[in-house]
Nanobody
Framework: QVQLVETGGGLVQAGDSLRLSCAAS????????MGWHRQAPGKEREFVAS????????RYADPVKGRFIISRDNAKNTVYLQMNSLKPDDTAVYYC???????WGQGTLVTVSS
C-alpha cells in the first residue's frame, strides 16, 4: 500500500537549518507530484511547498519563500525539504503528501525556539 514516512524533525533554535526527508513506497514515485504541508498548534494544516514529478516545477507558500527548498530524488523514492533561517513561527508538524493519491505521512515535529 501507499506509504510516506517523514524523518528529520527536531528541536532547533531560531536561525538554524533542518532537512526533512520523506521516503515513499507502494506507488510509482517518479510519476507523481509531491508536497509538504504543516500544521501548527491550534491552526489548520497549510501548504508549504510542492514539486512536480520531474522536479521541473516547484512552488512555495509565501511565508517560506527564499528560506525553504523542496527537492526530490526519484532514484531513492524520496522528497526533501531543506529549511533554512528557521523562525519560531515555523514550529509545526510537517507532513509529506501526494495529493493525487490522497496519501499523507504521519508527520514529523519541528520545534523552533527563540
Amino acid at each position: 500500500q501507499v506509504q510516506l514516512v517523514e524523518t528529520g524533525g527536531g528541536l532547533v533554535q531560531a536561525g538554524d537549518s533542518l532537512r526533512l526527508s520523506c521516503a515513499a513506497s507502494g506507488f510509482v514515485f517518479r510519476d507523481y507530484d509531491m508536497g509538504w504541508h504543516r500544521q501548527a498548534p491550534g491552526k489548520e494544516r497549510e501548504f508549504v511547498a510542492s514539486i512536480s514529478w520531474n522536479a521541473g516545477n516547484t512552488r512555495y507558500a509565501d511565508p517560506v519563500k527564499g528560506r525553504f527548498i523542496i527537492s526530490r530524488d526519484n532514484a531513492k523514492n524520496t522528497v526533501y525539504l531543506q529549511m533554512n533561517s528557521l523562525k519560531p513561527d515555523d514550529t509545526a508538524v510537517y507532513y509529506c503528501a501526494t495529493r493525487a493519491l490522497n496519501a499523507w505521512g504521519q508527520g514529523t515535529l519541528v520545534t523552533v525556539s527563540s
